[in-house]
């Protein structure tokens, strides 16, 4: 029991009792100085009507939603990629690794110029093969949220595709030689053997991903500061903004008891029903 | 058998062709980084010139000595009492007899869903009541308490399905405590579990630059990823690139060099939780 001491005591101070004490602000008008008073749902009520709540949620869903996909996708992809069996394969599994092992902010600078009009990788190599228009990835609010949800992708596909690969590497080779002699070519084995013997891997990529989306943060800031206007503020860094660019404490830990609730909300549901198919299949 | 050889030569091209792609990003500031720092002509000439002008600039810019030397501090801190605590907590979880053990595994696992953006200010106002705001130890306690949720979680797993009971019962009857015991047969037995640990939480908390953003300001503390941030405002500065993508491989260089000589560490620390959990 003592054993616990030393870990239960910074949890609870530093992340448990931060909660708690913000679901309490979230109940007030607070503006960092001075007195401040109770108001209920008040808060709650304006972040509705402002729209705030509606947008950025609206953004933070469709940021997981795409980064679950495209991650998993890109990341299954690379494992099968990375588990054939090639001479060169030692080298590729040193080098698919590289984004994973940057900072986030290095990597925003990276892409920052991959995007940037005119003289980016993307822009150059758009008007070198031809195509004249100059497109503006993260300065469009029609595409500045998946332009950075693409960088997450990237930045996150590595973790998850060592994962995949491990899973796959513990499919016995039996298996796969009897499913070639009952007659399945290389897509049959794919889709009918490896991906639903991969099942509970995939459980754990698609919660790391749709975790990691709920709580996307670093790229908004460093990227596009939630803009242009609100076209890609997340919950995470509207909050953020809120408290610490606006001075609207109440309004901000609103917003967070709010996020807490609908990501535990989300989690619970999407385990339980993963959890489920997985004993199906 | 010709045939064959052909048939891996084009699978390799495509795979490396594929690479290429992928890693472009980074390829073009590699080569970017090695240009004079005034050079603006097109980035994707790649690799025209050799000059390391523009890595010059960024390292005294970056002050890097200093911001590298924080970062070692700051992680390497971080790690060593997180491994101590999540691993004295872990095991007390899988050791827990009843309902308690399972209750600290869900109260703990809970933890994960919370991110530090929730509750920022509240977090603020207690860092800076513990009289411990501006110093290394505000962004080293949320590091360890941000990581406790997932490696308590990893730890009480390994513990249960790797540490045969009976072997610690048998330290017991003759006569060693429970550290002891802890120590001398738990700790050796799970050490795929905490190399693991020191991989998936060491990367990140290198990399972060939020806590210190948050809680550390005065330029003589600041880490890498940190000194990265004062350069955010040049990136609308076309003619900056050269230096700022040096900066960035200035600060990514240490990790690649632990990459590259601990590169079997990495995929086995990081498979350890996900296939067995």
Redesign the interface.
Do not use: H
């Given at each position: 029991?003592l054993?616990?001491l030393?870990?239960?005591i910074?949890?609870i101070?530093?992340?448990?009792?931060?909660?708690l004490?913000?679901f309490y602000?979230g109940l007030t008008n607070w503006r960092?100085l001075g007195t401040y008073d109770f108001i209920g749902l008040k808060n709650f009520e304006y972040l509705l009507q402002d729209g705030t709540l509606a947008n950025s949620m609206k953004n933070t869903v469709v940021y997981a939603i795409f980064v679950v996909i495209c991650g998993n996708i890109q990341s299954l992809t690379l494992a099968m990629?990375l588990n054939?069996k090639?001479?060169?394969k030692g080298f590729?599994?040193?080098?698919?690794?590289?984004?994973?092992?940057?900072?986030?902010?290095?990597v925003a600078?990276?892409?920052?110029?991959?995007y940037?009009p005119?003289?980016g990788?993307l822009s150059?190599?758009l008007s070198?093969v031809g195509i004249g228009l100059i497109p503006n990835f993260l300065g469009n609010p029609s595409t500045s949220l998946l332009a950075t949800a693409f960088v997450e992708v990237?930045k996150t596909s590595g973790?998850m595709t060592?994962?995949y690969?491990?899973?796959l590497q513990?499919i016995q080779e039996e298996v796969l030689e009897s499913a070639r002699i009952d007659g399945c070519n290389a897509w049959q084995t794919i889709w009918h053997v490896k991906i639903p013997m991969l099942s509970n891997?995939i459980t754990?990529n698609v919660m790391l991903g749709l975790?990691g989306g709920?709580?996307s943060?670093?790229f908004i800031f460093?990227l596009t500061g939630g803009g242009p206007g609100t076209s890609s503020s997340t919950l995470?860094?509207a909050?953020?903004k809120m408290?610490?660019m606006e001075g609207q404490?109440g309004k901000?830990?609103a917003l967070?008891a709010f996020?807490?609730v609908f990501?535990?909300a989300v989690?619970v549901v999407v385990l339980t029903v993963m959890k489920r198919r997985e004993q199906e299949a | 058998m010709k045939k064959k050889v052909i048939k891996?030569i084009l699978?390799?091209a495509g795979?490396?062709s594929?690479?290429l792609l992928?890693?472009?990003?980074?390829i073009?500031?590699v080569s970017?980084s090695l240009r004079e720092v005034k050079d603006?002509s097109?980035?994707?000439k790649l690799f025209q010139v050799f000059s390391l002008e523009s890595y010059k600039l960024a390292f005294s810019k970056m002050n890097y000595f200093r911001s590298l030397g924080n970062s070692v501090i700051i992680t390497s801190v971080s790690v060593i009492f997180l491994l101590?605590?999540?691993s004295?907590?872990g095991?007390?979880?899988a050791r827990?007899k009843g309902r308690l053990g399972g209750f600290?595994q869900i109260f703990?696992l809970?933890?994960?869903?919370?991110?530090a953006?929730?509750?920022?200010?509240?977090?603020y106002?207690?860092?800076n009541s513990l009289g411990i705001g501006n110093t290394a130890i505000a962004p080293i306690?949320?590091y360890?308490?941000?990581a406790?949720?997932f490696t308590?979680f990893l730890y009480s797993n390994f513990v249960k399905a790797g540490v045969p009971y009976a072997l610690e019962e048998a330290a017991k009857i003759d006569g060693a405590s429970m550290p002891y015991t802890?120590v001398r047969i738990v700790l050796p037995l799970t050490k795929p579990a905490l190399v693991s640990i020191v991989i998936t939480q060491g990367?990140p908390i290198?990399?972060?630059?939020?806590f210190g953003m948050l809680f550390l300001s005065s330029p003589a503390q600041k880490t890498?990823?940190l000194t990265?941030?004062n350069?955010?405002g040049d990136?609308e500065n076309?003619t900056q690139?050269n230096m700022?993508?040096a900066?960035?491989f200035l600060?990514?260089i240490p990790?690649?060099i632990v990459?590259?000589f601990l590169?079997r560490y990495?995929?086995s620390g990081?498979?350890v939780g996900?296939?067995k959990?």
């Open positions: 029991m054993f616990l030393p870990a239960l910074l949890y101070t530093f992340w448990i009792l931060p909660v004490m913000s602000y960092g990629i054939m090639l001479k060169a590729f599994r040193t080098i698919f690794y590289l984004p994973a092992l940057f900072s986030t902010i290095v600078f990276l892409w920052s110029y991959v940037a005119y003289y990788m150059e190599f070198s990237w973790t060592i994962i690969l491990a899973g513990n891997i754990v975790i709920f709580k943060f670093d460093t995470m860094y909050i953020y408290a610490f404490y901000a830990e967070a996020a807490f990501i535990l989690s | 891996e699978i390799t795979i490396a594929f690479f992928f890693l472009s990003p980074i073009i500031a970017g603006t097109s980035y994707l101590i605590f999540c004295m907590a095991y007390a979880v827990l600290f703990f809970a933890g994960m869903i919370i991110s953006q929730m509750s920022i200010i509240p977090m106002r207690i860092v306690a949320l360890i308490t941000a406790l949720p308590i802890f990367v290198w990399n972060d630059f939020f890498l990823p990265m941030l350069f955010i990136m076309a690139w700022l993508f900066a960035c600060s990514a990790i690649l990459y590259i590169q990495f995929v990081l498979t996900a296939v959990g």
